[in-house]
T-cell receptor, first 113, second 113 residues
């Protein structure tokens, strides 16, 4: 069964460093999302991406964040200068055109020290 | 704005007992409703969805949920739980306009032998 994959599973970085989180959505899906979950809190929407552009972003998704689909399979989330409060689990999700359910990857745990 | 409230943060239950996890939502537009499950150290897995039609929807692992528009609820039920059902359960809503998911805080189901 096709699934969303994410790498790395755990990333430790120092405050101020850039990180790139990688996702491979399900191959025939056209809509892509990033969410995050700070420890003990709810899962929060960050950004949605369709047709090579951002279709919606949350207030969390400020200028420090960017997304890219560099090729036909990868979907990345970049944080330019990490802060302590960026420590969270980051989930990638994708869905088919015309469908409403999203399929999630296993997540990347980002720890900023 | 849409929101989701999961009324119980933790639900302890004995094995083979029935369980109900409660979810209420608010939205000014038509919504689609979902339940996701997160097993320890894993990503979010879709349990079931309500898009339209019959208000009683069945999902994987013997779970079902009932959409109640007048009460703006989407409670999750299982008639007999197993130890393996121990996990975090998330209710989520999306609107037809955005596709993004808005999650509740999650409910930890603890099944005891």
């Amino acid at each position: 069964e096709p699934e969303v994959t994410q790498t790395p599973s755990h990333q430790v970085t120092q405050m101020g460093q850039e990180v790139i989180l990688r996702c491979v959505p399900i191959s025939n899906h056209l809509y892509f999302y990033w969410y995050r979950q700070i420890l003990g809190q709810k899962v929060e929407f960050l950004v949605s991406f369709y047709n090579n552009e951002i279709s919606e972003k949350s207030e969390i998704f400020d200028d420090q964040f960017s997304v890219e689909r560099p090729d036909g399979s990868n979907f990345t989330l970049k944080i330019r200068s990490t802060k302590l409060e960026d420590s969270a689990m980051y989930f990638c999700a994708s869905r088919l055109a015309g469908a409403h359910e999203q399929y999630f990857g296993p997540g990347t745990r980002l720890t900023v020290t | 704005a849409q929101s989701v409230t999961q009324l119980d943060s933790q639900v302890p239950v004995f094995e083979e007992a029935p369980v109900e996890l409660r979810c209420n939502y608010s939205s000014s537009v038509s919504v689609y409703l979902f339940w996701y499950v997160q097993y320890p150290n894993q990503g979010l897995q879709l349990l079931l969805k309500y898009l339209s039609g019959s208000t009683l929807v069945k999902g994987i692992n013997g779970f079902e949920a009932e959409f109640n528009k007048s009460q703006t609820s989407f409670h999750l039920r299982k008639p007999s739980v197993h130890i393996s059902d121990t996990a975090e359960y998330f209710c989520a809503v999306s609107s037809s306009n955005t596709g993004k998911l808005i999650f509740g805080q999650g409910t930890t189901l603890q099944v005891k032998p």
